[in-house]
């Protein structure tokens, strides 16, 4: 998996395990998981980054501690990958986005497109109302599985990062996110997918706040 990102220009991966009650992944035990990785990567010359996250799903994180969320988000600098409940998305989710914030955790949205309801773009703009950010599944867009609605969901602002979700270097997704970046670039300005591809996502490891160049301002206040 690791060779897949190289070869498509990935410089760091978060890795990014299911923390929900149908996985038993223990977070105290994820550092020297991702340590002992990032050994065996740099003794075989792959040179990709591997930093620790997880996919927090939107029930356990109503159970976890303030130092857990903070371990389980990107890079441990406060940006969590959250997984919605099954179905379409609902009030619930925002009303969680902003009590996570008062912990001093921001959110990032996983694959919306699995939760696609009849108002999928209300939901998605109330999300981002309370400085959620939206990551859709690269192989997904490049695909165009969800055809031109959700090219108007990026150009409509609704399009802030790209994640593989790829399982496996055997089956399923691909480590990749070109095909999605450039089937954004077919609609969106240079920049736009430039910031997308870059900038954004560099500014969640750090911590940063993140501010779309369509907005003008930071999707969140930053650091808790």
Known sequence: MARQAHADGIAVVCATPHIRDDHDVRI???????ASLERELERQGVGVRVVMGGEVGQHAA???TADELRRLSLAGNGWLL???????????????VERLATRG???ILAHPERHAGADL?????????????????ADFIAQGTGGD???????????HLLGSDAHSSLAGRPVRLTGGLARLAKTLPDEHVAWIAGDAPWAVLR???VI?????RPAAPGRG
């Open 105 to 107: 955790i921001h959110t």
């Open 149 to 159: 609605f959700v090219l108007g969901l990026a150009r409509d602002g609704l399009v």
């Open 121 to 137: 773009e209300e939901r998605l703009l109330e999300l981002v109302a309370r400085g959620c950010l939206i990551q859709w599944t």
């Open 28 to 34: 105290h035990e994820l550092p020297a998981r991702v």
């Open 212 to 216: 779309a160049p369509w907005s003008g």
């Open 207 to 209: 911590g940063d706040p």
């Open 62 to 64: 109503e159970r976890l």
């Open 82 to 96: 959250l997984e919605p409940a099954p179905g379409p998305l609902g009030v619930e989710l925002e009303d969680l």
